[in-house]
């Protein structure tokens, strides 16, 4: 039995009145995507270090990021990027970079290649020799130091931070700096040296902390921090947003190239 | 007489339905089956498509937006083409000409070009160097796949406690090495030490080999060798030896202080500890690989060489 055609025509247009907005929502949903990987392609396509300087691309770029620092490199690096002294894990939120000027091209670089993670696009070039061993370096002959070398050194170091008591001390320890061979990665001027990632040893920035201990232990035990390459772990879409969501969370340096 | 004849009731002609009709879903029309299977095959064809076009490993019909060019489907990477302008004229990108990228960017599709042509040649099985190179690439594998897991605490005390010498921190150890004249009885020399005389009393001489004052264990027993080291390594602060016959005469050990090796505690000792686990592992992964490598492969060795 056919209903009246009055009826039938009343149930198409509520039927209508579905179908339209349904497929206003699919339409809407097929736009955010497309939209959503024009700006993910602008993002790979775009010089990295006007990305943060782009709000649309920047929020996409730190919204899609985001998961991917939380779920691979925040067991390390924290929640909230504070870094871990105990692992020499580096703090990504102040303005001090190990390796080079911090921007984005730079961070996803180390993020895809590694930190002496055995990848050879990666930073491997230097590590800290443990000068109380008998061959503090396995890469390069360098003497080791005397117990009391060692402490010369250390409180050298420390008295940057913690004020100079005694000069003499000071100029023997700068003695010592230069004669163990210290400056050919620190630097003269103990500023270290961004292009083999040794860090300066005049500010209050401490890699594995900054007490005498510290310090003492540094330089007798040596330190080879590591992180891993995330080549094939991760895509270029995703090495480049963590890069950006890195980048975003140091205070932005006026002179960052 | 009239006829009756049965005349048969003529079947109208297939009439095409009005225009309305065909969005209303309460009318029969052929049409609008065929057209929403058209839709839908056209959709069907249109994602199958997208897919084929843009999977990875068959990107043929553009060049990926994280790629700068494409070598034979093999990319070139625009980060790695950032990273390599800027090394080489030292400026931030966004201040590198057109040309200067244009530079850089041929050179690496010719590098891509060689690589993939010396590929062709098997220059991977002739020279020594590319041999060397993959071999490091594909242990550097392994080592990534090791290394991008963060091992769990858990993991890392149980490493640490299975191998806490290895934590201690070295020795130390002041001593004096005294060599014994000639004629005089080493067994009284050693009962006088002992009992408080001065060294330059019983004519006792250094050594000369640890007069340096603390040395690591590891720098003494450099300076006096395995065997004195030993008799060194076992005295007490203010301890002296027995004679220990030498080559060049009796010697006599006094230690001033010894510092034994002390286990370095599980936080301070936590970077070292996440090293050495990780290198552990990553021996282990590739040792795993090579027998899997060499259980899969067909090696054949000479009889006279098995």
């Known amino acids: 039995?056919?209903?009246?055609?009055?009826?039938?025509?009343?149930?198409?247009?509520?039927?209508?009145?579905?179908?339209?907005?349904?497929?206003?929502?699919?339409?809407?949903?097929?736009?955010?995507?497309?939209?959503?990987?024009?700006?993910?392609?602008?993002?790979?396509?775009?010089?990295?270090?006007?990305?943060?300087?782009?709000?649309?691309?920047?929020?996409?770029?730190?919204?899609?990021?985001?998961?991917?620092?939380?779920?691979?490199?925040?067991?390390?690096?924290?929640?909230?990027?504070?870094?871990?002294?105990?692992?020499?894990?580096?703090?990504?939120?102040?303005?001090?970079?190990?390796?080079?000027?911090?921007?984005?091209?730079?961070?996803?670089?180390?993020?895809?290649?590694?930190?002496?993670a055995g990848n050879k696009h990666g930073w491997n070039l230097a590590v800290m020799p443990a000068y109380a061993s008998k061959n503090p370096d396995a890469a390069e002959p360098l003497p080791p130091q005397t117990p009391a070398q060692i402490e010369t050194l250390a409180r050298f170091i420390h008295a940057f931070t913690?004020?100079?008591?005694?000069?003499?001390?000071?100029?023997?320890?700068?003695?010592?700096?230069?004669?163990?061979?210290?400056?050919?990665?620190?630097?003269?001027?103990?500023?270290?040296?961004?292009?083999?990632?040794?860090?300066?040893?005049?500010?209050?920035?401490?890699?594995?902390?900054?007490?005498?201990?510290?310090?003492?232990?540094?330089?007798?035990?040596?330190?080879?921090?590591?992180s891993p390459a995330f080549a094939r772990k991760l895509t270029p879409a995703e090495l480049r947003n963590v890069a950006v969501y890195v980048a975003s969370l140091a205070p932005i340096q006026s002179d960052r190239k | 007489m009239t006829q009756d004849?049965?005349?048969?009731?003529?079947?109208?002609p297939p009439t095409l339905a009005p225009a309305g009709a065909l969005w209303d879903v309460h009318q029969p029309v052929g049409r609008r089956s065929l057209l929403l299977a058209a839709i839908g095959a056209l959709l069907g064809l249109g994602i199958a498509g997208y897919g084929l076009f843009t999977a990875q490993g068959t990107r043929t019909a553009s060049i990926p937006a994280e790629d700068a060019a494409l070598v034979n489907a093999i990319p070139v990477l625009r980060?790695?083409?950032?990273?390599?302008?800027?090394?080489?004229?030292?400026?931030?990108?966004?201040?590198?000409?057109?040309?200067?990228?244009?530079?850089?960017?041929?050179?690496?599709?010719?590098?891509?070009?060689?690589?993939?042509?010396?590929?062709?040649?098997?220059?991977?099985?002739?020279?020594?160097?590319?041999?060397?190179a993959l071999v490091q690439a594909t242990e550097g594998q392994i080592a990534q796949d090791a290394a991008t897991a963060k091992p769990a605490e858990d993991e890392l005390r149980g490493w640490y406690t299975a191998h806490?010498?290895?934590?201690?921190?070295?020795?130390?150890?002041?001593?004096?090495?005294?060599?014994?004249?000639?004629?005089?009885?080493?067994?009284?020399?050693?009962?006088?030490?002992r009992s408080g005389t001065a060294p330059d009393a019983l004519g006792l001489k250094t050594t000369g080999r640890v007069d340096d004052g603390e040395e690591f264990y590891f720098a003494a027993h450099?300076?006096?060798?395995?065997?004195?080291?030993?008799?060194?390594?076992?005295?007490?602060?203010?301890?002296?030896?027995?004679?220990?016959?030498?080559?060049?005469?009796?010697?006599?050990?006094?230690?001033?202080?010894?510092?034994?090796?002390?286990?370095?505690?599980?936080?301070?000792?936590?970077?070292?500890?996440l090293r050495d686990f990780l290198a552990d592992k990553i021996a282990r992964l590739q040792e795993g690989n090579k027998r899997f490598l060499k259980k899969r492969a067909d090696i054949k060795i000479a009889a006279d060489l098995q």
Request: hydrophobic content about 40%.
């Open chain 2, 5 to 12: 004849t049965a005349s048969p009731t003529p079947t109208p």
């Open chain 2, 222 to 273: 450099e300076h006096l060798g395995t065997r004195v080291f030993a008799v060194a390594r076992g005295l007490a602060d203010g301890a002296i030896s027995n004679p220990i016959p030498s080559p060049d005469g009796v010697h006599i050990v006094q230690m001033i202080r010894n510092t034994r090796p002390v286990a370095t505690p599980y936080p301070e000792a936590r970077d070292q500890v």
């Open chain 2, 164 to 193: 806490r010498a290895k934590y201690a921190s070295e020795g130390l150890m002041t001593l004096h090495e005294w060599r014994v004249p000639a004629g005089a009885d080493p067994q009284r020399a050693v009962a006088a030490l």
């Open chain 1, 1 to 116: 039995m056919t209903p009246p055609p009055t009826f039938a025509r009343a149930a198409t247009r509520r039927r209508l009145l579905w179908i339209i907005p349904l497929f206003l929502l699919i339409a809407a949903v097929v736009t955010h995507g497309v939209r959503y990987r024009a700006i993910a392609a602008q993002v790979l396509r775009a010089d990295p270090e006007a990305i943060l300087g782009d709000p649309t691309l920047r929020d996409a770029a730190i919204a899609a990021g985001h998961p991917v620092y939380a779920q691979h490199c925040a067991s390390c690096h924290g929640a909230a990027g504070k870094g871990d002294r105990t692992l020499g894990v580096p703090d990504l939120t102040d303005s001090e970079h190990l390796y080079r000027e911090g921007t984005v091209a730079q961070i996803e670089d180390i993020a895809r290649y590694g930190i002496r």
């Open chain 1, 162 to 226: 913690a004020g100079v008591t005694d000069p003499a001390a000071q100029q023997r320890g700068r003695d010592a700096y230069n004669k163990a061979g210290c400056w050919d990665c620190h630097g003269r001027d103990l500023g270290g040296d961004g292009a083999i990632g040794a860090p300066a040893l005049t500010d209050d920035i401490w890699l594995y902390g900054g007490s005498i201990a510290d310090i003492r232990r540094s330089i007798s035990r040596g330190r080879a921090g590591m």
């Open chain 2, 79 to 132: 980060a790695d083409l950032i990273a390599q302008v800027t090394a080489l004229y030292s400026v931030p990108y966004a201040q590198t000409t057109r040309s200067q990228r244009q530079k850089v960017l041929d050179d690496m599709v010719r590098e891509e070009l060689y690589v993939q042509r010396g590929v062709e040649m098997g220059l991977s099985n002739d020279d020594i160097d590319v041999r060397q």
